[in-house]
């Protein structure tokens, strides 16, 4: 039996982060794991910014609330529980994903969660787990599924080497000659057709 592992941001739906800062204008918010690999790093600088900025998370998720998955998105994820079980391993958080979820038919999304202030400030974020997209797909083989993982970025690198098939879908430039082993498709027809090779193979 096969399961599906898919990053979230930059496979079905566009960077959280990088919408929310065209909207404030606030440059670096802009940066994302393609940028800067340490997610820990990564959440503390941004946790800076929105706090400089005075910003809650009702600000950001005003922002959540007018985006839309990527064209063909949920297309490609309803053809794709078709043929197998799904998964969504995200570092997104709960409270940023729901809307979204919603408009992509509420797969399963394990992912993390914010800690927010009285006045709805985001004051800290918790893990579900550290290295958590690595260790569901781990833990997927030891149930004896036959796993497929895909995601776009430094962050799902760890759940690729994991998997028995590990697929790249739009990642930067340089992923090709850096992470040769892992295939890179650019359209959900390719991603398609990389998924049912798999499959039948």
């Not at 900025?53 to 078709?82: N, Y």
Request: aromatic share 10%.
């Amino acid at each position: 039996m096969f399961i599906t592992c898919l990053d979230l941001e930059g496979v079905l739906i566009p960077e959280v982060w990088i919408n929310f800062a065209k909207k404030t204008g606030i440059e670096k918010l802009k940066l994302t794991t393609r940028d800067i690999a340490d997610y820990d790093e990564l959440m503390t600088l941004r946790l800076e910014i929105i706090k400089e900025h005075k910003l809650t998370l009702q600000d950001i998720q005003e922002v959540i609330g007018s985006m839309d998955p990527f064209p063909g998105a949920k297309e490609f994820l309803d053809w794709l529980r078709r043929q197998c079980q799904v998964v969504i391993l995200s570092d997104t958080f709960v409270e940023f994903a729901k809307p979204l979820m919603e408009k992509l038919g509420m797969p399963t999304l394990f992912c993390h969660e914010l800690e927010t202030d009285e006045k709805g400030v985001i004051v800290n974020y918790h893990l579900r787990l550290k290295d958590h997209k690595r260790k569901a797909v781990m833990a997927f083989r030891d149930l004896n599924f036959n796993t497929i993982a895909a995601g776009d970025s430094f962050n799902d690198l760890s759940m690729l080497d994991e998997a028995d098939h590990g697929i790249f879908f739009r990642p930067p430039e340089n992923f090709k000659e850096r992470f040769p082993q892992h295939p890179i498709v650019t359209e959900y027809s390719e991603f398609k057709t990389a998924i049912q090779s798999r499959l039948t193979a």
